[in-house]
């Protein structure tokens, strides 16, 4: 089983408590992004809980004690010094991901990611997010990005699935056609 399969399994797990105990879905994911966090922000804390040479029992504790000083809810308490007993920290980067997909999927939000040749304004932006929410029934939350290679048009990431409606990718459709029929 891979990591992120696990860090899947384990959000899922986390997830369905929370949700059974009616617990905040939102509060857990602060949480658990501000606990990732602070590994980020402490390479040393890190790299001690991620270090297999480290007694299980210390990492055990040292998680402890820091979700008892950060007054973390006991489920996601819970989970962290599990994975600390089951030296699986490492999983917490991709745990984080796929709750956070978990999450946007129960609150019916979709990520979205437009590129563009050019900065969008802000009124084709809205408008974008606007019909994007009209297609997928959902909730947008649109990320922009700049990207003068596809010389105009845009192209769009909605979750798993990309349209390429690019200048760039139009003029290879083409020149494909053309060497077809060539």
Do not use: C, W
């Amino acid at each position: 089983m891979t990591s992120r399969t696990a860090a899947k399994r384990y959000a899922r797990a986390l997830f369905d408590v929370v949700l059974k105990e009616q617990g905040s879905l939102p509060q857990i994911e602060q949480e658990l992004a501000g606990f990732v966090g602070l590994l980020t922000e402490h390479p040393t804390l890190a790299k001690v809980l991620l270090n297999p040479a480290v007694p299980v029992p210390r990492k055990r504790a040292a998680v402890a004690e820091l979700t008892a000083r950060a007054q973390t809810m006991p489920v996601l308490a819970k989970l962290l010094v599990l994975l600390a007993e089951r030296d699986r920290l490492a999983l917490l980067d991709d745990l984080l991901a796929a709750y956070r997909e978990r999450l946007h999927d129960h609150q019916k939000i979709v990520a979205v990611e437009v590129t563009t040749a050019m900065a969008l304004s802000d009124e084709h932006a809205q408008a974008i997010e606007r019909s994007l929410a009209q297609v997928t029934s959902r909730t947008v939350s649109l990320r922009t990005k700049v990207d003068a290679s596809i010389v105009g048009g845009l192209v769009a990431r909605v979750g798993g699935t990309v349209y390429d409606g690019s200048v760039t990718r139009q003029l290879e459709r083409m020149r494909q056609r053309l060497v077809e029929n060539a």
